[in-house]
């Protein structure tokens, strides 16, 4: 049995995303976790941590819209969606 390998210079090129990302999320390890995925998998530049939802306000007031928020919906200082709604 063989295989045909393709070379690098075949493969699609992968693009970097636009912008930044916010992880909004009360769990240090959880964020950290995210963190490192997306700078190593979706290839973000930059990744914003909060630990809260006001932080996370905050963070969106001093900067140019993100390409993606994750938002935890489980947060001390928000009812389930509406964190949501305040973003």
């Known amino acids: 049995m063989s295989f ?4 690098v210079s075949d ?3 992968t693009k970097l995303p636009q912008g930044w990302a916010l ?7 959880f964020c950290d976790a995210l963190e490192l995925t ?3 998998v979706a290839n973000f530049d930059k990744v914003v941590t909060a630990d809260s939802l006001e932080q996370g306000l905050d963070r969106l007031a001093n900067d140019t819209p993100p390409a993606l928020i994750l938002l935890d919906l489980n947060l001390p200082d928000a009812d389930c969606l509406d964190g949501l709604m305040r973003l």
Do not use: G, K
Not at 4 to 7: A, E, G, N, V, Y
Not at 23 to 29: A, E, F, G, R, T
């Open 4 to 7: 045909q390998t393709s070379p």
């Open 38 to 40: 997306l700078r190593s």
């Open 11 to 13: 493969l699609p090129e």
């Open 23 to 29: 992880v909004i999320d009360d769990h240090p390890l």
